[in-house]
């Protein structure tokens, strides 16, 4: 088994290419481009200041559901513990959230920050720019203007009522089952035997897994 390695090509010329070759750009207009060096992009980056810097607060009601991305938990350095509890204690005698930008390697992102518990959660957001309007949703007026008879919605809040749970994570419907079920075909493999040494070319780092 070998690693698998991919070729630059032209997509006009179908010829291979030198890295380089590429250049970078952004369409300015329809078949025209404006070259932007390596240089120009690191210079465009925000500079990872290892630090959360908020510029407003909001309820959290405000925030649409779709713009919310991924969540990750805050704890505090060593000098912060203070201002960490004065902050989550804030948030939640005041039910706001805060709004922030910070950077995680070398992209900004925007974030909520909010109490969850004894903790404090920022979550990511996405832009607002990255998020299609429900304008944009070319909706049948038969799913959005429909008249509904008094049956059909006492039946369909009855199927709603008798499927009511509690949110238990723990419980087997919300788990992966894929992933459960690829990690134990790996693991029976494994245990058999049915592993394959992947050879890699003289200066090449050794990936952690072959395609």
Do not use: C
């Not at 004894?118 to 429909?146: C, N, Y």
């Not at 494994?190 to 050794?206: C, L, Q």
């Amino acid at each position: 088994m070998d690693p698998v390695g991919y070729k630059r090509i032209n997509k006009v010329t179908g010829k291979e290419i030198n890295k380089e070759n590429i250049v970078k750009g952004v369409q300015y207009e329809k078949g025209r481009y404006v070259v932007i060096s390596e240089d120009e992009i690191r210079a465009a980056h925000p500079k990872s200041t290892q630090t959360i810097d908020i510029f407003g607060f909001v309820d959290s009601k405000d925030i649409p559901l779709q713009n919310i991305d991924t969540p990750y938990f805050l704890a505090p350095d060593k000098r912060g513990e203070k201002v960490y509890a004065l902050l989550r204690q804030t948030l939640v005698d005041t039910g706001k959230v805060a709004l922030a930008h910070v950077v995680i390697r070398t992209s900004q992102h925007l974030a909520a920050v909010m109490p969850l518990e004894s903790a404090i959660v920022l979550v990511l957001l996405r832009w607002p720019s990255e998020v299609r309007g429900l304008d944009t949703l070319d909706l049948p007026k038969e799913a959005t203007d429909v008249k509904l008879s008094k049956s059909e919605l006492d039946m369909a809040k009855r199927l709603v009522k008798d499927m009511s749970t509690e949110w238990t994570p723990d419980a087997e419907q919300y788990r992966d089952t894929f992933q459960d079920q690829i990690m134990s075909l790996v693991e029976t493999k494994a245990r058999e035997g049915k592993i394959e040494d992947v050879e890699t070319d003289a200066g090449e780092t050794e990936r952690k897994s072959a395609d």
